[in-house]
């Protein structure tokens, strides 16, 4: 079994199931609720959550720091983010800890899991993981950074420069780019010179690899030896998942009008939520019924989280500018 030649144990890939579930039933209660009216906006992680799940599972979450971008629902989940976190936040109420209901959805960050705090410019996340590996490695601290993209802002100033910055200095970080075939509405083919993102990683002194993204062991095994090379001060690598946007770019898009049907067939045929699963069954994990008691779990788990958000309080309006300007008294 695949999974066993990795050192994971059956609890293991199921809790790697569950966290992508979670993701999933997450934003797809999302988007409902965007249709609804009750929520303003969804940028979606379906179709990428193995490539997520995977690379955060070979991360040590009691120590490492993360830089996620805006889709990497599953990688928060798993650093300790909970489905009520991720809800606050999509209702943009008081509690929501990552902005206090100030940013939108999917601008991660969460002090108390080393969660880098995201900007709203793409790619800004790669230099501020870089930073962040450099005091690692100044103060000889013992963590990594990882940091995720979409491929359209591998395209990014941003990109080059923490790259480069990463190769010079050695660096233990591991960027890890989300290719999901389109940056909006541009396909990949019409963004990359090169035949693939991780082409790019000699450029920059560091290993380049791509690897399926539609399953969360082949990118757990690539991240793992990633992680192996940083804290061993062999410096950074660069990885690309491919996989496929099951949705359109954002809830403001419509992915109909530049995407063929045979295009999104062609994606939901390879979902990972289902690949993964038939993985699980076959190989007697689990069955499909202790699958569909898992579902339920999820299930129960979404429904609590969107009625805690969406009864939960807004922020006073006097709060307007809290944590803008320094308070009397403050040092």
């Known amino acids: 079994m695949k999974h066993v030649q990795l050192g994971l144990t059956n609890e293991d890939v199921l809790n790697m199931y569950e966290t992508m579930l979670l993701a999933r039933r997450l934003d797809e209660r999302m988007w409902l609720l965007n249709r609804a009216g009750k929520i303003p906006f969804v940028i979606s992680c379906q179709g990428q959550e193995a490539a997520q799940v995977g690379a955060a599972f070979a991360l040590d979450r009691t120590k490492d720091y993360i830089a996620p971008y805006y889709r990497d629902m599953g990688v928060v989940l798993h650093f300790g983010m909970t489905a009520r976190d991720l809800m606050l936040s999509a209702f943009a109420k008081a509690e929501d800890p990552n902005s206090g209901g100030r940013q939108m959805p999917g601008h991660f960050g969460q002090k108390k899991n080393r969660i880098l705090t995201g900007s709203s410019p793409v790619t800004t996340q790669v230099p501020h993981a870089v930073g962040v590996a450099l005091a690692a490695k100044m103060q000889q601290k013992d963590f990594i950074t990882f940091t995720t993209l979409g491929e359209g802002?591998?395209?990014?100033?941003?990109?080059?420069?923490?790259?480069n910055f990463a190769g010079v200095h050695k660096l233990p970080v591991i960027i890890m780019v989300e290719n999901n075939q389109y940056a909006i509405s541009v396909p990949v083919e019409r963004q990359l010179g090169c035949a693939k993102v991780s082409d790019r990683g000699i450029g920059y002194g560091m290993p380049g690899v791509t690897v399926d993204g539609t399953n969360p062991l082949t990118v757990y095994e690539v991240v793992k030896e990633a992680a192996e090379r940083a804290r061993n001060g062999e410096g950074p690598s660069l990885i690309e998942t491919v996989s496929y946007r099951l949705t359109a770019h954002s809830s403001d898009d419509d992915h109909r009008q530049y995407r063929t049907a045979e295009d999104i067939e062609e994606g939901r045929a390879n979902d990972p939520i289902i690949l993964f699963a038939n993985y699980l069954i076959e190989q007697q994990v689990a069955t499909a019924e202790d699958l569909e008691a898992l579902d339920q779990k999820v299930a129960d788990i979404v429904d609590d989280a969107t009625d805690y958000a969406e009864n939960a309080a807004y922020a006073p309006p006097e709060h307007a500018l809290k944590?803008?300007?320094?308070?009397?008294?403050?040092?």
């Open 153 to 163: 802002s591998s395209n990014q100033g941003d990109f080059h420069e923490g790259a």
């Open 323 to 331: 944590y803008v300007y320094a308070e009397e008294g403050e040092s």
